[in-house]
T-cell receptor, first 111, second 118 residues
Framework: KQEVTQIPAALSVPEGENLVLNCSFTDSAIYNLQWFRQDPGKGLTSLLL???SQREQTSGRLNASLDKSSGRSTLYIAASQPGDSATYLC??????????WGAGTKLIIKP | EAGVTQFPSHSVIEKGQTVTLRCDPI?????LYWYRRVMGKEIKFLLHFVKESKQDESGMPNNRFLAERTGGTYSTLKVQPAELEDSGVYFCASSQPPTSGGWVDTQYFGPGTRLTVL
């Protein structure tokens, strides 16, 4: 059974710092992995999607990596800004095509 | 283009009552998904419609939950009778199958309905 874990559960850093969010999954048989962002009272926004054959994806200040064999992904945020404050969720598309989610990391960027 | 919308945004009901949640997907999207997040836990898949057909309902917790998508447009999720453990945020998402035929469908999520059962 696929399980997704995100560490840490919460993180608070000063503005301008670079930071890394971690995601691990127990079964390497995945189709892809996605990082989402959730703002309070709003829906989930897909940030990056990495196919199982890919190692990383980049979008602006965000870089996501995938090491399928070790069951790990990281989301790197460069030069953090207060607007980056949100909950970040990791989800894998498992062998049954379902999205299996982590519990999320709540990120606070202090001005 | 309008995104996925959900109604209501918040519902507070008493145990034993019935509640119906609605999701309007992005126009033209054949895939519609329901998810639930119970407080403090991860989001869980409930079910997946392709047009009006239930493609996968393996995540539905029990027979108190009934999802419909008549006409392949909007969907409703009814909880009857509601129990305390049904409290949480219910998300809906929609997508179109990728033209390449692979599994790179991007799901667009609604803002969710926060359900509180007292």
């Amino acid at each position: 059974k696929q399980e997704v874990t995100q560490i840490p559960a919460a993180l608070s850093v000063p503005e301008g710092e670079n930071l890394v969010l971690n995601c691990s999954f127990t079964d390497s048989a995945i189709y892809n992995l996605q990082w989402f962002r959730q703002d309070p009272g709003k829906g989930l926004t897909s940030l990056l999607l990495i196919q199982s054959s890919q190692r990383e994806q980049t979008s602006g200040r965000l870089n996501a990596s995938l090491d399928k064999s070790s069951g790990r992904s990281t989301l790197y945020i460069a030069a953090s800004q207060p607007g980056d404050s949100a909950t970040y969720l990791c989800a894998v598309r498992d062998s049954n095509y379902q999205l299996i989610w982590g519990a999320g990391t709540k990120l606070i960027i202090k001005p | 283009e309008a995104g996925v919308t959900q109604f209501p945004s918040h519902s507070v009901i008493e145990k034993g009552q019935t509640v119906t949640l609605r999701c309007d997907p992005i126009s033209g999207h054949d895939n519609l998904y329901w998810y639930r997040r119970v407080m403090g836990k991860e989001i869980k898949f409930l079910l997946h419609f392709v047009k009006e057909s239930k493609q996968d309902e393996s995540g539905m917790p029990n027979n108190r939950f009934l999802a419909e998508r008549t006409g392949g447009t909007y969907s409703t999720l009814k909880v009857q009778p509601a129990e305390l453990e049904d409290s949480g945020v219910y998300f809906c998402a929609s997508s179109q199958p990728p033209t390449s035929g692979g599994w790179v469908d991007t799901q667009y999520f609604g803002p969710g309905t926060r359900l509180t059962v007292l």
